[in-house]
Each structure stands twice: as structure tokens, then as C-alpha cells.
């Protein structure tokens, strides 16, 4: 159980006073939790002068691979003490005390525990100083007061400057919000006067709050000068796992007490860029999925990986939910290990996540794993009930578009994955000629739910995931084979959704008339990923044309200035938001390439 939370809260001085206690703080899990051994640092750097307090020598150690640091102190006497300070605030106050320890008998010196810099499921960037007691307290200074990323904090703006958000005015003056090409922010203030100010405010939580990150640049106009500039900050700490950063602009007129700011924003270098900053916010680093849903965590590895980034972050998911799981802690159901469980499906799209992630970074463990769910999947084809097909769970109730769609993709993939193999792409043709012939595709080429249980097309709700499942399927079965039927087939699914699949040219799920859960939520976004595919494959004009007009209408209308994508590709209202309707975003964004 987390102990409370105790804070030592100085004020004025930046000088700790002695204490005789150690204080507790509530464990920070990162991707270690608090109180880790400095032996198992992945490494270990010196990033601070030392402090010499009496002869005593206090150092600050650091590791950034594990985001934590720890403090020593050397040369001393018995009872002397070192600790850690954090602070959530720049330094304003702190968590005091951490770690303490005192230097044993005939020893003449002593370490910390290691603690986190920064706090990423809470959106927090935090500040460590090692300090010490040595019959007179020193500290060091903060550890990484500058946010670096592209450039670090007060660079001088690089080319390219958009405005996200509209200014704001203040007493005839106007004050911008600007970023410039690597995604760092700056403000302006312009037609105003001598002693006028100009600032900006980040904050690591969508703007709620910004103990850290208060009036960054302030800068006023000089003498002779109607208006002037902040230097540039970041909006992105990658030492800290802290992504989507918000930003705003704020100024005061000189000779009135009141400011202005601008809304918040984030910077988007490209439309992937600003789509994957926004749902890499959302994810937890140290129980490594976006909680809390265990296979619209698999699809959203799988867009992270097909954007081409944050390579740790999905080794990391790998390793820690490659375990089993009890019921209730990523699943309603138990996972069993290896990414699966009694949904079939879901085990299926964790397979097609990690041969993403393989196609990304060629690490053979993803291939493997892959393979590893694609055998548990395969042990659910049954010829006994409809000729073939794969159960949807493991009670074998119900024979359903997603699962075969999902067996098809995988099984194809592999085939043409694996140098030499036969066994996968026999079970691969055999799944798409079960599929076209399975009565799944209505008269209309749309995908209904599933079969009856005379194996009969149900007639069921036509999902834009499962279109998107048979236009992926067939599409790589056609390139493992070279057969034109498969690639024909997956045109003619692809020309009915966007027939009878879309209003106004934008695709629209069906559960958008009144509201979509959160599986439906990802659905579209499967789609286009599929649907993107083929565009590439083929070439075609028009299927080029019908990604970009998704990717351009989402950006246009279904994006805030967090690029916070919805489930309303144009934007409609009531548009319910989540990292999920994010996910789904950015695959359409992807697939306009």
C-alpha cells in the first residue's frame, strides 16, 4: 500500500533546514518504481558539480534510462546524512527527506535509494537535488531545471512559425502564441509600449494546471520598441517519457495589474507528429498499456508503430504484458500469458500488433511472439461447424467477421514474413477462399457481424473494422500469392465502403447516430489502415484521393488545439474523445501518407 504523502514545504530560502526525521513521500512508478537499488541502474552519470560540505563530498548520480536518480556522500564520519529533495513546482517547494541515510559506524560513506525524475502517468516533471548534513546542510542545485527535446528550453526561435490558436488582445496590445518548425513555442506581443511583458505557461496536464512551467521567458519591451519576444521552449520532454505538452502565450500591459493568455496548444511539425504526441499522452509507462483496455491497447501499439516512433515504449509494453494477468487487470477475462486469452480475437490483434512492431524494427523476439498467438489463434479454425472458420472464444459460440478477417491478415502476414515457409500460407489461402465463400459479404459487398448458426449470414451491423479486416486479409493474401481474385475481392469491399460507408465522402460508423462504446470507437481507424494499404499497393487515383479526404477533414474539424481527435471525423457534435478515438485518428492520418 502507497504510504502518505508528507511534504516538506520551505519557503523563502532555497537552503533545507536540518530535520530529525526522514519524511515519506507516495511511490512515483515510472518505469521503475521509487526505492530501487542504485546496483541495478541501467547507468550512471554525473550531471551536477559536487557539493562539499566540511570536507564531505555530496554527489547526485543520475541514470536516464531508468528516468532516476540518487545521491551519495563520501568522505565523512559516522552519523553524517544524505538524502534527495523532489520537487513538483520548479523548486518552489519539496518532498524532503527522500531516502535518507546516515553513514554507519567505521564506514565514511553512504548512499540513497534511487527515486524518479518525473512522474508521466500523473503528468508531473519533477526536480531532484542531492542534499547532506555534515554539521552544516548543502545541497546541490536541481537536476534538469531546462526541458530539452529538438532544441532545449530558451533557444532563439528556428524557422517556420505557425499560430495555432487565435491571439488575444490586451489593451490595444496583441499577444501570439508561435511555433516554430521543431515544435518549439514562443510568444510575442505586439502595437503595445515600453515595459510591457510577454510570457509563456507550459503545462504537462492539458492545461490544468502549470506548477512548473509559470511564466517561462518573461520578457518586456524594451524602450523604443512596440512589442518583443520570449525565446523558445520545448513542449516535449523525451528524458522524462512527458508528451503532449501544452503551451499558451501570456502578456500585461505596463501600466495595468491584469494579463491576458492565449487558449493552450501543442505544436504539430507534421499531422502524424501532432496525432501521436497527443496519444502517447495518455499512455502509462510503467504498467506499459493505455489503460484501461487490453485489445484497443494492442491496435493503438500498432498505430504507434506504423507512425515509426517511441521504439522503448513498445519494447517496454512487450515485456511487461507478456505476462499473465488475473481476471480484472487488463481484461475481464484472465490472460494466460503471451498476449493471450479466451477472446480470440483479442489475441489475435496483439499478434498483428507485434508484427508491426517487427515490420518497424526487424527485432526477430516480435516476429516470434507473433507467431507464438498466431499458433493459440489457428487452435481455434474448426472445420466441423461451417466448413472452417475461427471461433470468436474459446467456448466456440459464435463463427464472426473480425475473427476471420483478423486469421487472414495474420496468417498472410507471416507467411510472407517467414523466409521459407509453406505451413502459413497454406493456412492463409485456405482462410480467404473460406472467407469469400463463407456468406460473411452480403449481395450489397458489405461485411456483416458474423454467421448464424446454420451459417448463415446474420445480417448483422456492418462494422468499418471488419470491412477494413477483408481489405487487409485479402490484400496481403494477394501479395504472398500473386493471385488477382484476392486483390480484386479486397477492391470490391474497399469500393462498397466508400459507396455506402461515408456521408459527405468522410466515413461514419453507425453507432455514431446515437453513441459508440469504446470498442467502437477504434473501429474507423482500422479501416483506413487497411484501406491506406491498398492505396499503396495499387496506386489508385481514387482511393489516394478518398485517405486524404479523411486525414483532411478530421484535421480540419475534428481536431482541438491539443490535436485531440474524436470520433466525428468532421467534427459533429456529440463528439466523445479519448485516447482511443486518437488511435484511430492518427491511422487515417497515416494512411494519406
Request: hydrophobic residues 40%; glycine residues 12%.
Amino acid at each position: 500500500m502507497r504510504t502518505l504523502l508528507v511534504l516538506l514545504l520551505v519557503f523563502g530560502s532555497l537552503t533545507p533546514i536540518p530535520a530529525t526525521a526522514a519524511t515519506t513521500a507516495a511511490a512515483v512508478c515510472v518505469t521503475s518504481c521509487d526505492t530501487l537499488d542504485p546496483s541495478r541502474a541501467a547507468r550512471e552519470s554525473f550531471p551536477l558539480p559536487d557539493k562539499v560540505i566540511n570536507g564531505r563530498v555530496l554527489r547526485l548520480h543520475a541514470s536516464d534510462p531508468d528516468g532516476m536518480a540518487w545521491a551519495s556522500i563520501d568522505n565523512g564520519v559516522p552519523g553524517d546524512a544524505v538524502w534527495l529533495d523532489r520537487s513538483w513546482d520548479g523548486g518552489a517547494t519539496w518532498e524532503g527527506l527522500l531516502g535518507k541515510a546516515s553513514i554507519p559506524g567505521s564506514w565514511t560513506g553512504t548512499r540513497t535509494l534511487m527515486y524518479n525524475l518525473t512522474d508521466p502517468a500523473h503528468h508531473r516533471r519533477g526536480r531532484v537535488r542531492a542534499c547532506g548534513d555534515a554539521h552544516g546542510v548543502g545541497c546541490t542545485a536541481w537536476i534538469y531545471p531546462d526541458v530539452c527535446d529538438s532544441a532545449c528550453d530558451r533557444s532563439a526561435p528556428a524557422a517556420g512559425d505557425s499560430q495555432p490558436v487565435a491571439p488575444t488582445t490586451l489593451f490595444g496590445r496583441t499577444i501570439r502564441l508561435h511555433f516554430d518548425g521543431r515544435g518549439l513555442a514562443w510568444a510575442g506581443i505586439e502595437a503595445g509600449g515600453a515595459g510591457d511583458e510577454i510570457w509563456l505557461d507550459r503545462s504537462w496536464d492539458a492545461g490544468a494546471s502549470w506548477p512548473d512551467g509559470s511564466s517561462l521567458g518573461r520578457t518586456s519591451t524594451p524602450a523604443g520598441a512596440a512589442g518583443t519576444h520570449t525565446a523558445a521552449f520545448a513542449t516535449r520532454d523525451p528524458r522524462g517519457r512527458l508528451y503532449g505538452g501544452a503551451v499558451r502565450a501570456c502578456g500585461r500591459e505596463a501600466t495595468h495589474a491584469q494579463g491576458s493568455c492565449t487558449a493552450w496548444a501543442r505544436p504539430a511539425t507534421t499531422r502524424a507528429a501532432g496525432a501521436l504526441d497527443a496519444l502517447m499522452w495518455s499512455y502509462d509507462p510503467y504498467t506499459a498499456w493505455w489503460p484501461s483496455s487490453w485489445w484497443n491497447s494492442a491496435v493503438a501499439v500498432t498505430a504507434v508503430a506504423d507512425a515509426g516512433g517511441f521504439d522503448a515504449a513498445l519494447a517496454r509494453t512487450f515485456d511487461v504484458n507478456r505476462a499473465a494477468f488475473p481476471a480484472g487487470v487488463r481484461s475481464s477475462d484472465p490472460i494466460d500469458g503471451h498476449f493471450v486469452s479466451r477472446a480470440i480475437d483479442d489475441s489475435a490483434w496483439w499478434g498483428l500488433a507485434w508484427l508491426a512492431v517487427y515490420d518497424r524494427t526487424h527485432d526477430p523476439r516480435y516476429l516470434t511472439e507473433a507467431t507464438t498467438i498466431a499458433d493459440y489463434v489457428h487452435g481455434f479454425w474448426d472445420t466441423g461447424t461451417c466448413g472452417g472458420g475461427v471461433w470468436w472464444d474459446r467456448e466456440r459460440t459464435y463463427k464472426n467477421a473480425v475473427t476471420a478477417g483478423l486469421y487472414l491478415r495474420l496468417t498472410a502476414s507471416l507467411h510472407r514474413r517467414i523466409a521459407g515457409d509453406t505451413l502459413w500460407g497454406q493456412r492463409a489461402r485456405t482462410a480467404g477462399e473460406w472467407y469469400l465463400g463463407s456468406g460473411l459479404v452480403n449481395g450489397s459487398g458489405l461485411v456483416n457481424d458474423g454467421l448464424t448458426a446454420s451459417c448463415a449470414n446474420n445480417g448483422q451491423t456492418v462494422w468499418t473494422y471488419n470491412q477494413g479486416l477483408g481489405i487487409g486479409g485479402l490484400l496481403e493474401l494477394w501479395r504472398g500469392t500473386g493471385v488477382q481474385s484476392y486483390l480484386d475481392a479486397a477492391k470490391r469491399l474497399a469500393d462498397a465502403a466508400m459507396a455506402r460507408l461515408t456521408s459527405g465522402g468522410v466515413l461514419v460508423e453507425s453507432c455514431e447516430a446515437a453513441s459508440c462504446d469504446d470498442n467502437q470507437k477504434q473501429f474507423k481507424g482500422i479501416f483506413m489502415r487497411y484501406f491506406g494499404d491498398l492505396a499503396a499497393a495499387t496506386g489508385s487515383a481514387a482511393y489516394r484521393a478518398f485517405a486524404q479526404q479523411q486525414a483532411d477533414a478530421l484535421w480540419a474539424g475534428d481536431r482541438d488545439p491539443l490535436n485531440r481527435i474524436g470520433l466525428r471525423w468532421t467534427g459533429a457534435t456529440p463528439n466523445a474523445a479519448d485516447w482511443r478515438t486518437q488511435a484511430s485518428g492518427l491511422e487515417a492520418v497515416l494512411a494519406a501518407g
